[in-house]
């Protein structure tokens, strides 16, 4: 059984680098053929997909965000990182990782982290 777990500060300020970790047991983030996204979903609004880091260490980003966001990983430690700069409010948003079958998010995700919830504010 696959389990994700999503880390990091719950609130960071405006124009700061919010910065996320998500450790993955029960499989390596290396297996084939698996994506390791990350997933948003600001209050009231949809699921936002961020980008994901590929098995190869590839990355792959959504168009809206590519300038902003980079996702790592530490094959070591088995977690892979999202980190987002410049934030503004409009980041606030319940953060989720998640393990897909395809780079764009397009497949669908199979497991899920809890998510956990960032807030941009002074």
């Not at 880390?7 to 698996?34: A, D, E, F, H, R």
């Not at 980003?61 to 966001?69: E, H, N, V």
């Not at 780079?103 to 982290?113: A, E, K, N, Q, R």
């Amino acid at each position: 059984q696959v389990q994700l777990q999503e880390s990091g500060p719950g609130l960071v300020k405006p124009s700061q680098t919010l910065s996320l970790t998500c450790t993955v047991s029960g499989g390596s983030i290396t297996m084939n053929s698996y994506y390791w996204s990350w997933i948003r979903q600001p209050p009231g609004k949809g699921l936002e997909w961020m980008g994901a880091i590929a098995d190869s260490g590839s990355t792959y980003y959504s168009p809206s965000l590519k300038i902003r966001t980079s996702i790592s990983r530490d094959t070591s430690k088995n977690h892979f990182t999202l980190q987002l700069n410049s934030v503004t409010p409009e980041d606030t948003a319940v953060y989720y990782c998640a393990r897909d079958q395809g780079p764009y998010g397009l497949v669908g995700w199979d497991y899920w982290g809890q998510g956990t919830q960032v807030t941009v504010s002074s």
